[in-house]
């Protein structure tokens, strides 16, 4: 039976409107500045902070204490972009041009809650077991898309995914959260991820970023191949081509630098 409770529609109708006050222009405000766009009491709209916080769908700076949209909302963007197949329609073609030029398995990966999830795949003309299929889940701390995809969290997120248990897989899987944190630091700068045996050690894979017109990483484009074909020289030119492809798809969705 539908719940016909008035305050409970009151009050996901306040949630509502209280995140589409933040806006580019405004992008965080304080309690006050909420509850007096609102119309609303402070300790009412600290209620729905509260619950909206909790959810994810807002963030707090712990130094300024103002309130931003959170990670939910970019998760739920990521479920949008999925049903409509924008994403993997932009990419294909130019997906096409790199496993021709590389004759590699290649990916589309997003982060969904605490785990990297593929939306889009493209198999390697050896036709090897790569390890997940479109659908698939994989950890973030030990595969290329995952550290790509969690580098540019925010500061909050990053630690709460990083201060969780860390599964070791090989013997190559980084489980100090420090150290992951200052390779995600270089992983941020340099805009691509190589990653060798820490997840499946017979697996190298490549990522880097694909970001919408606004900058924001909304999804990583990566190459698996096996360790036994991938020498130094190899990776270095791959991840040229990889680094090359994935600005190419940000531009079909409006990222121009």
Do not use: W
Request: proline share 4%.
């Amino acid at each position: 039976m539908p719940n016909t409770n008035p305050q409970t529609l009151s009050s996901v109708k306040n949630a509502l409107r209280l995140l589409k006050l933040f806006t580019v222009q405004t992008p965080d405000k304080r309690l006050t500045e909420l509850a007096k766009e609102l119309g609303l009491g402070k300790s009412t709209t600290s209620r729905l902070l509260s619950t909206l916080l909790s959810e994810g769908f807002v963030f707090q700076d712990p130094v300024t204490h103002k309130y931003r949209l959170g990670q939910r909302i970019v998760s739920l963007y990521h479920v949008m972009v999925m049903s409509f197949e924008d994403l993997a329609e932009a990419a294909s073609p130019f997906i096409e041009r790199l496993a021709q030029e590389t004759s590699e398995a290649l990916r589309i990966a997003v982060l969904e809650e605490n785990e990297v999830a593929y939306i889009y795949q493209r198999e390697g003309s050896s036709k090897e077991d790569i390890g997940s299929f479109v659908g698939g889940r994989n950890p973030l701390h030990c595969t290329s898309s995952g550290k790509m995809l969690l580098a540019f969290q925010n500061e909050l997120e990053m630690n709460k995914m990083l201060n969780q248990p860390l599964s070791k897989f090989t013997s190559k899987t980084i489980t100090d959260p420090s150290l992951l944190k200052e390779e995600l630091k270089r992983i941020r700068k340099q805009d691509y991820c190589v990653v060798i045996g820490e997840f499946n050690e017979k697996l190298v894979s490549i990522s880097s970023p694909i970001r919408d017109s606004n900058g924001q990483v909304i999804s990583a484009l990566t190459l698996i191949s096996s360790i036994h074909r991938m020498d130094e020289n190899r990776i270095i030119s791959y991840t040229s081509k990889v680094l090359k492809t994935a600005k190419e798809i940000s531009r079909q969705f409006g990222y121009l630098k």
